[in-house]
């Protein structure tokens, strides 16, 4: 049985806890600015907040309240309060999502922390800030920051009801699950088996109250994540945002359809094609057990997943005799279980999925592998304990060899550092038990140097580069992955985007295909060509600027440039009415929101097939002035019939909302862009 915390602290724990949260806080901050406004759909929406306390409620596209995000938005809120005090800006929008992913690492070094010692903390805290696709997400705009703080916070306060049984944690644990709810819906509830599994039969109370408090936990659940559902749900339609992504307005629909089990079982509401069957390829990768592992994932999360599996087991084969109340298995069950559960679901759902979603895995494999290596540490004199912690650093070097390997052209020496370091480590550990303390030391030293190359590598190669779009990677860009399964953005053209209050560049295609912003899909059919006339042609100066997801679809993956001379129109023009413009597809609308901070009407929510607003709505608006421009091309849903999203009431709105304008209002050109003036009725209309 693995120690459990100890009765004292080192003079050396405080400062190297300060240190290990004061370099990620540096890592992070690191050219933060060159993503710009990274995820326009989600920077427009926080603008909006900033902007309008009803857009921040209900997270709002617009500060005029025409549609909301497809999310709930929890997410956006730090980042709305952050620009409000501090203005729009990249550092304001990005900051809030660094000081999370501090956050992360000081939750789960607190964790390990209280069962294993200071010295696994600090290794669990290292290998979390170190993962590439952390690195990535605690650095970008969109939802899976806060949702991984709120999971890690969730099965810290479940390990601290395991301890003493006292109610409160797990009423806290509860909240906590509750407001990852309110962040991303469905996909908080993936680790809940796991944990009120684990404190069913492992707490340290009698039964009767340990269903007792779950039930209270339950209900804290309900109230924290479900009091803005039902203000939502019971607030007239006609008085709030349509609720965007979804097809009847409603947030329940959106919940447990498109955002739900559709994700499972890859029948959701505005999907292209489903990942298959087990081992099948679709439009979201293959499924099947080796998903974490493939050349798409590999190198976002699994450098340290082989070892955190076989610590995994360790922990459980040591903790096989102790009492059903051991807190020590106990957390290796809440943190082991809670990765298990939710690898499980990501490599067999079939419905939309990205590479940044395994952020979520990243604080379980942290705490896993700090727990589990402190554990066999303590007993590395047996045999058996050494050979398994040289085994767990002889299978990280060798998988780090192989994700390497994958990018032979990026830094071809490391993999040879790594797979040597890591066998001589290995070789070392197998004598832990009958070497000096100084070979031991060095060679356990040797062996998480090796470990954690690789993944050091990539972290540093993800914050030396921007990212903005919808769909972002981690690790160099010479990997050449980016939005969809087997290709993607890799580096795209444009000027790096600044703070100045001009859209990002995003531009590039999307040869993998469809996902928005959390997985919008074009339309079948949908080549990749942007509209006539449509924005997203401009092009800046050319030179490396922020890889993921581009303009490619029509923008409906990424922002567009927005040029003087348009931004300059849309300003002038914007005094009298509700919205300055309206655009088809949400990207391009928040492109030229975030350009002029007027509102602008996305028309058909992210990808222009939601039914908001219907032709008629839209001919009301216009009749009584409150947009004045209709920004022509744009999103999906602008092009053709369109298939809508799954064939539903929306199917070809925004069609029908750009033929009606285009026949009936007078055109002009600003820059590259052609606009249509909603108050200059042509001659024959």
């Not at 926080?46 to 309240?65: I, R």
């Not at 040797?446 to 470990?451: E, F, M, P, R």
């Amino acid at each position: 049985m693995s120690p459990g915390p100890p009765t004292a602290d080192p003079r050396w724990a405080r400062p190297a806890f300060l240190a290990l949260l004061l370099a990620t806080g540096v890592l992070y901050l690191c050219n933060l600015h060159a993503s710009g406004y990274a995820n326009s759909f989600y920077s427009a929406a926080v603008q909006a907040g900033s902007q309008s306390w009803k857009a921040f409620f209900f997270g709002s596209l617009d500060a005029a309240n025409a549609i909301t995000v497809d999310k709930p938005p929890a997410a956006l809120w730090p980042m709305a309060l952050s620009v409000r005090l501090f203005g729009l800006n990249s550092w304001a929008i990005l900051v809030p999502e660094v000081l999370m992913g501090v956050g992360t690492v000081a939750v789960v070094h607190a964790s390990v922390r209280r069962r294993s010692g200071h010295g696994a903390a600090l290794l669990a805290g290292a290998v979390l800030a170190l993962t590439p696709v952390a690195a990535l997400m605690f650095r970008f705009n969109n939802p899976d920051a806060l949702l991984a703080l709120l999971m890690a916070v969730a099965c810290y306060l479940v390990v601290r009801a395991l301890e003493d049984g006292r109610t409160r944690w797990l009423v806290w644990a509860g909240v906590a699950v509750g407001f990852a709810f309110l962040t991303k819906t469905l996909q908080a509830f993936l680790i809940l088996p796991a944990l009120a599994a684990v404190y069913a039969v492992c707490a340290p109370v009698r039964p009767r109250k340990r269903f007792a408090q779950l039930a209270l936990a339950t209900v804290a659940l309900v109230v924290s994540g479900g009091w803005w559902v039902a203000v939502v749900e019971l607030w007239p339609a006609s008085s709030r945002p349509y609720i965007g992504g979804s097809q009847n307005n409603s947030f329940l629909e959106l919940t447990f359809g498109y955002n739900g089990l559709g994700r499972l079982n890859g029948d959701e509401t505005g999907s292209v094609g489903g990942g298959g069957g087990p081992g099948g390829g679709g439009r979201w990768g293959e499924t099947g057990w080796d998903r974490m592992f493939n050349d798409d994932i590999g190198g976002q999360i699994s450098w340290l997943l082989p070892a955190a599996l076989i610590l995994l087991v360790a922990g459980l084969v040591l903790t096989r005799k102790a009492g059903r109340t051991d807190v020590t298995r106990a957390a290796f069950l809440v943190w082991g279980g809670s990765l298990l559960t939710t690898a499980v679901v990501f490599s067999f759902m079939a419905g939309i999925f990205h590479q940044y979603y395994t952020v979520a895995l990243a604080p379980y494999v942290a705490a896993v592998t700090g727990m589990g290596a402190a554990a066999l540490w303590h007993r590395r004199r047996e045999t058996w304990a050494a050979l398994t912690l040289a085994a767990t650093v002889t299978a990280t070097a060798a998988w780090g060899y192989v994700l390497l390997h994958r990018t032979p052209d990026y830094l071809p020496w490391l993999r040879w550092l790594v797979l040597v370091g890591g066998l001589t480590a290995a070789l070392g550990l197998v004598f832990a038990g009958r070497a000096g303390r100084r070979v031991v030391l060095t060679a356990a030293g040797l062996g998480v140097a090796a470990s954690l190359a690789g993944p050091t590598a990539y972290t540093l190669s993800t914050v030396r580069e921007g990212h903005s779009g919808s769909i972002v990677t981690a690790g160099p860009a010479s990997t050449g992955r980016g939005g969809g399964p087997g290709g993607g953005g890799g580096p795209q053209n444009g000027t790096p985007p600044g703070a100045d209050g001009n859209g990002p560049s995003q531009n590039g295609g999307f040869p993998g295909g469809g996902p928005g912003q959390d997985g919008f899909g074009a339309p079948p059919g949908a080549d990749g060509t942007t509209p006539p006339g449509g924005a997203g042609t401009t092009t800046e100066a050319p030179g490396r600027g922020p890889r993921g997801g581009g303009a490619g679809m029509g923008g409906l993956l990424g922002g567009t440039d927005v040029d003087a001379e348009a931004r300059e129109l849309l300003e002038a023009g914007a005094a009298g009415h509700t919205w300055a413009a309206a655009a088809v597809g949400a990207q391009n609308a928040a492109s030229y929101q975030l350009a002029t901070g007027e509102p602008v009407m996305a028309i058909g929510g992210f990808n222009g097939t939601d039914p908001s607003p219907t032709l008629a709505q839209f001919q009301q608006y216009v009749k009584d002035g409150r947009i004045h421009y209709f920004v022509s091309g744009g999103g999906a849903g602008a092009g053709g019939g369109g298939t809508g999203r799954g064939g539903g009431s929306g199917t070809g709105a925004a069609s029908r909302i750009t033929a009606w304008v285009q026949s009936h209002f007078t055109h002009v050109t600003a820059g590259s862009v052609t606009f249509y003036d909603l108050t200059r009725p042509t001659s024959d209309s």
